[in-house]
């Protein structure tokens, strides 16, 4: 293969696995060096990544909203976000960051309709940097929609995010309750941003000393569905608790919104309808970074929507909002008052396990200077995770009562 000039790769509908980069050794690390995301003329866009060396990528789209996603194998990307790639006006969104472990990925949110013109890797001879450029044009929703998908590939497959053991079923006398702790966000999607940290860093730390402080309790069996700083889409984090025979699931988020809006804890269940504009505002920016950050790759066998049955709904709202209850007051006995209103009820996704008892705790607002200085802090921390303990010891003593009751 000779180098130096520019690879036009012709896509047909989306994949493709690069010639080119396939040849390059494999192993190492492409650094980011720099890149940019512009305009074309006629409301087309150009992205170029220059990297230290080629590696293995692919192209397709998605719809709902128009998308561009390129996967690569793998990329540093320099603690960017992406968002700093971004110049025009074509492309409304851009992100960059690990998707699985080895897998790195980026999402532009298109402006419209867009077809990919060309992609292509120009190697530099002497230093084995390679620019990579992928150009789009216009064109039609329907031909966009027809296209749109990610490839099926095996060489693509990405591996399960969670090795997830076979667990006894809740009838088992004695056994540990299974608590699934989601820290929120992750690799692609960092969530909130302030002073230097992102809510995926500070969410996975706390997320591992709430693991921690579980375990030393005795009787809890704490798992978290991830222990890196990798992408899960929000299904898939309930399919994985599903897949873990979780008892309840605790989802930790430390949003940012306005200076001054909001601060202290909160704890949320899932509302029926969530009338609450806060509270709605906060859930469509979870689904909505989930839908940015791309597609769940790693299979959906486990679906929510096959679990999604009113009996156990029924039988489940009282148990989350019991647990809810017991979190409160948990948490305001070991770090005092919480956010003015502190249960409330939110459409999040990630709540909507049908059979399983679901809170997102915000533990505070990285766009509240207290806040942010009791997140770093980890003594905060460590009573934080003292209280949640302590709620869930209690709802789960009032909860077996009640399930002795049911039973009868
Ligand atoms: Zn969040």
New binding site residues.
Partial sequence: MSSGHLLAVVLLVCGILSEAAGAQQLGALARLEHGVVRDLRFGGAEVRLKLSQGVPFRVFTLSAPNRLVIDFNEVDWQGMTGAELLTGDNVLNLRVGVYQPGWSRLVAELAGPMQVLSAGLETDESSGAVDLMVRLGRSGQDAFDATAGAPSDTRWDLPPALEVRPVKRRADVGRALVVVIDP??GGIDP??QAGGLT?SHLMLTFARELQDTLRRAGGIDARLTRDADVFVSLEGRVALARAAGADLFVSL?A?ALGEGVAHGATVYTLAEDASDAASAALAER?DRDDILAGVDLTGADDRVATVLMDLARLENRPRSRALGRHLVKGIQNAVGPMHKKPWREAGFSVLKAADIPSVLIELGFMSSVRDLENLRDPLWRAGMAAGIRDGIRAWSLEDAALADLRRQ
């Fill in positions: 929120g966000h969530g909130a809510e988020h949003d979870h």
